[in-house]
């Protein structure tokens, strides 16, 4: 099968609109997905003319320019869940009510509210999550008390939470209890976190911009699709933007080198072996060799044959020590 004129399938999958390549992949890996009426392997490409179905169903390609793709931008009130799980109640797909199949880019808190993108391409949600990628997400926060004169500083510089330290951010004081931060990451509960830790409480959290989307005048609850020029800078944004499956093919050859880093080292006994082989093999340290003999070494704390103890060899040198001959008097 020639790969320039084919995709993988998890590609080809979320090109359709049906989800994200990661869900494709677990997709596929549930045995969900068939390929010309077979069960793929994660990686299979698809061609031209295959037929690929979702639980029975079948799943078309996209068209080349993604004009049949859609992109909204959604001001999510507070109670709204950010799953394409529809048993879930308030789910985010089911609160929008759209016609076409489409899924949040990213998620944003229950209690939070404001900016969410949802989208049929599922190609770019990948590029746009990769927090490598520094693109930002401003908040609008309120607090449960007064800020100090401290707070934006000590926030911009980073703060230690999840076992790690968060990466720099923008961060100003709007009011007496209320402040804006731009960040690139996407920690879990990530801004109230960080004001628990310098002991504030989030009253109210409002994402006001992803990216070069801004919330705007839309109101809790409304929807509107992106204009043109809003979905070309998204895409000359992510144009540098690295998928998932890219980053672990880099990392996948690191796996492969490091049983070769390692040589198995040769025995330490062998050279000198081989040299002394005609001589008698020396007495190990802290053991009893047999009287009269050069031969296997007797247990420790055992007396030799003899009517005497042996004295043990002594280390370094080859051979063990003779032994007195027997006494003549026996007891």
């Not at 920690?187 to 801004?214: A, H, K, P, T, W």
Request: hydrophobic share 30%; aromatic share 4%.
């Amino acid at each position: 099968m020639s790969t320039d004129s084919s995709i993988r399938l998890n590609k080809f999958i979320s090109d359709s609109g049906y989800c994200s390549r990661r869900e494709a992949d677990k997709l596929i890996d549930s045995n969900r997905v068939k390929v010309n009426g077979r069960r793929p392997e994660l990686g299979t490409r698809v061609e031209a003319g295959d037929v690929v179905t979702i639980d029975g169903q079948e799943v078309l390609g996209s068209v080349p320019d993604k004009s049949d793709r859609v992109y909204l931008a959604y001001n999510k009130p507070v109670g709204i869940t950010c799953t394409t799980e529809r048993s879930v109640k308030g789910n985010i797909v089911d609160a929008i009510d759209h016609d076409e199949r489409i899924f949040p880019i990213g998620r944003l808190d229950k209690p939070s509210e404001g900016l969410i993108l949802l989208t049929s391409d599922g190609d770019i949600v990948n590029k746009i999550l990769r927090a490598e990628n520094t693109h930002e997400k401003e908040y609008l926060v309120t607090v449960n008390k007064s800020i100090s004169s401290d707070f934006a500083g000590k926030m911009s510089r980073g703060i230690p939470i999840l076992d790690t330290v968060t990466k720099p951010c923008k961060v100003s004081v709007v009011g007496r209890s209320a402040f804006r931060i731009t960040l690139t990451q996407g920690l879990n509960r990530q801004i109230r976190r960080m004001c628990e830790y310098l002991g504030y409480e989030v009253i109210q959290l409002v994402r006001l911009r992803i990216m070069s989307v801004e919330l705007g005048k839309l109101r809790p609850g409304q929807w509107r699709n992106l204009n043109q020029h809003e979905i070309d800078q998204l895409n000359v944004a992510i144009a540098s933007s690295k998928s998932d499956s890219s980053h672990q093919a880099r990392q996948a050859p690191k796996k492969k080198r490091q049983p070769r880093q390692h040589g198995r080292p040769a025995s330490s006994g062998a050279a000198p072996a081989r040299k002394s082989a005609n001589k008698p093999k020396p007495g190990k340290p802290g053991k009893l060799s047999k009287a009269g003999k050069s031969g296997k070494p007797a247990k420790p704390g055992k007396l030799a044959k003899a009517g005497k103890s042996a004295k043990p060899g002594r280390p370094g040198k080859s051979g063990a020590r003779k032994s007195s001959p027997p006494s003549r008097r026996r007891k």
